[in-house]
């Protein structure tokens, strides 16, 4: 693994009396694929929540490219290269497609994107992901799937180093999910590192070079798609004792 | 600033309402029409002002009167203290209630939807309260202003203050435009649709929302400072009045809240047609009239008059 993009360390999060995160120790290479797994309420968005910057961590910290970013907003994790997408996708319905990347172009990417650049960038984004052909419709009524591809969209826009993509497959058909992987697959390619939640176990496999397993809060295993299914926690985790 | 077409037909529009106002002033003497359009640019610029937090950014303010009333008194003082002339009272207000925005956003913007609401209505009562117990500018009892007799160039004060007041509407709704369609305005519209995913795209949620306040609450401002030379009578009943606050909602709204041009529509209409009513029908019947426009628009065009022309230009276009 090359110098790592993103060291997470021991980052815990309590709600109250409930431990959602208990001492996370994370990594993740620059170009990394990974895939981040575990049952439901393991604390797989409650780790990205802090990663992107929508919760702040009680302990621990959070160093990208070498920064401390634990205690930055959101909108300046967002400007030094970290993007998320929303599991429900959170569109700016006011909005036409294009003008949901201009936002992000406008603001994450600022100091990224040339000057009069960022309608031809934000069709550039809408091509890759295709959805050139929707540019000037209003993001209220697309269809479920495209909504997915806007959220994508619209993290991509933000021209990130790392992009947390929050179960952006859920709900949708088998070629619906293989489209969006192939938009995934082709991101990495252009050299961003990505995490990756997903329920799905096929894309999960299928799309990581390495398998992060959380299980109440708790990392259980780190290692590659082959080793985790083999691996007895993993198992007891998901099936029980 | 003449940079597209529909620049330049906006700035050619504004010159030649300015500059028919000023002649107004020379063909019409009846003071009438003047108190009447007055009201009505009054009425426009709060409703713009609200528009900025309100509309293009979607937290919705029941504080405006006290916004408009600190204005006025901000003039009110400053004129009893130093005698300034009215422009320097303008700026002097608008730099007052720009930072009242500030201040009231700091603290309130934390809060949400229907909490912010009250809380900028908790504040109104506050500031009420304390205007009611200011003694240097007549606390409850109010104060008299007394306006020069002669002014140059028109034939009264009243025709004076209703030029002012063009002027500074024209101002207010040229601010809103370029606002509306600035970085900063696409920014704010991301607030308005979605908070969290705003500050994920990059947008400083909180920093914008506070330019959103200040620029409300010194518009306001430029409302009032005014308003005590145009009535010449101030009393914290009228300064802080209910009425101002609800038409400065319920124009956007029924003009239309996401396009600049939703609250100037909403305001020459319903101005129009409450200045219409009290002269031909009743004083107290205006407040039933933008009541039920309210209830009118909220249930069968809840985007306003911008949103109707929208949808119908839509239709005609396929």
Not at chain 1, 97 to 112: F, K, S, T
Not at chain 2, 240 to 260: C, K, Q, S
Not at chain 2, 289 to 294: D, H, R, S, T
Request: hydrophobic share 50%.
């Amino acid at each position: 693994m090359s110098a790592p993009i993103l060291k997470v360390s021991g980052v815990s999060k309590r709600f109250g009396g409930f431990t959602a995160l208990d001492g996370i120790d994370l990594e993740l290479g620059a170009n990394e694929r990974l895939g981040l797994i575990g049952p439901n309420g393991s604390g797989k968005t409650t780790l990205i929540n802090c990663i992107s910057g929508a919760l702040i961590n009680d302990t621990g910290s959070i160093v990208f490219e070498g920064e401390d970013i634990t205690r930055l907003p959101p909108h300046q994790r967002a400007a030094r290269g970290v993007a998320r997408s929303f599991q429900i996708p959170k569109p700016f319905r006011s909005m036409t497609v294009l003008e949901n990347l201009r936002v992000p172009l406008e603001y994450a990417a600022r100091g990224r994107t040339g000057r009069g650049k960022i309608n031809s960038d934000a069709m550039e984004v809408l091509e890759l992901i295709g959805l050139n052909n929707r540019a000037n419709e209003s993001s209220a009524g697309l269809t479920q799937v495209d909504m997915r591809k806007l959220e994508l969209a619209r993290a991509l826009a933000a021209k990130p180093k790392l992009l947390v993509s929050d179960e952006a497959m859920a709900g949708l058909s088998s070629a619906e999910v293989d489209e969006i992987l192939e938009i995934l697959l082709a991101l990495n390619a252009r050299g961003v590192a990505v995490i990756m939640i997903e329920h799905i176990m096929r894309a999960v496999m299928g799309f990581a070079q390495r398998l992060v397993v959380l299980d109440a809060g708790r990392k259980i295993a780190d290692g590659t798609p082959e080793d985790i299914i083999r691996n007895p926690d993993v198992e007891r985790a998901y099936l029980g004792e | 600033m003449l940079k597209t077409r529909a620049d330049k037909i906006f700035w050619a529009v504004l010159a030649a309402v300015f500059l028919g106002g000023l002649a107004l002033t020379e063909l019409v003497a009846n003071e009438y029409y003047y108190t009447a359009i007055y009201a009505i640019l009054q009425a426009t610029i709060m409703a713009v002002a609200w528009n900025i937090l309100g509309g293009f950014t979607g937290y919705v303010n029941f504080g405006s009167a006290a916004f408009f009333a600190i204005g006025a008194y901000t003039a009110v003082a400053l004129d009893k203290w130093l005698g300034l002339p009215l422009p320097f009272l303008i700026a002097a207000s608008a730099a007052v209630c720009g930072l009242m925005g500030l201040g009231v956003g700091y603290l309130t913007l934390r809060l949400k939807g229907v909490y912010f609401a009250i809380a900028t209505l908790a504040m109104a009562i506050v500031l009420e309260t304390f205007v009611t117990n200011w003694e240097y500018v007549g606390a409850a009892r109010g104060v008299y202003i007394l306006t020069p007799e002669k002014v140059p160039f028109f034939r009264s004060y009243i025709q004076l203050l209703f030029v002012v007041m063009l002027a500074l509407t024209l101002g207010s709704i040229a601010i809103s435009r370029a606002l509306n369609s600035s970085r900063i305005g696409r920014g704010l519209a991301a607030i308005r649709d979605d908070e969290v995913a705003a500050e994920c795209a990059g947008v400083p949620t909180l920093r914008l929302k506070l330019i959103s306040t200040t620029v409300m609450g010194a518009m306001m401002g430029v409302a009032g400072a005014p308003y005590p030379f145009f009535v010449t009578f101030v009393d914290p009943l009228s300064a802080f009045n209910l009425f101002v606050a609800v038409n400065a909602i319920a124009m956007p709204m029924i003009g239309g809240t996401a396009h600049w041009i939703g609250p100037v529509i909403g305001a020459l209409v319903i101005g129009g047609a409450q200045e219409a009513i009290t002269v031909t029908i009743s004083s107290e019947l205006n407040v039933l009239v933008v009541g039920l426009m309210l209830v009118l628009f909220i249930t069968l065009a809840p985007q306003g008059i911008v949103g109707l022309v929208q949808k119908w230009m839509k239709r005609r276009k396929r």
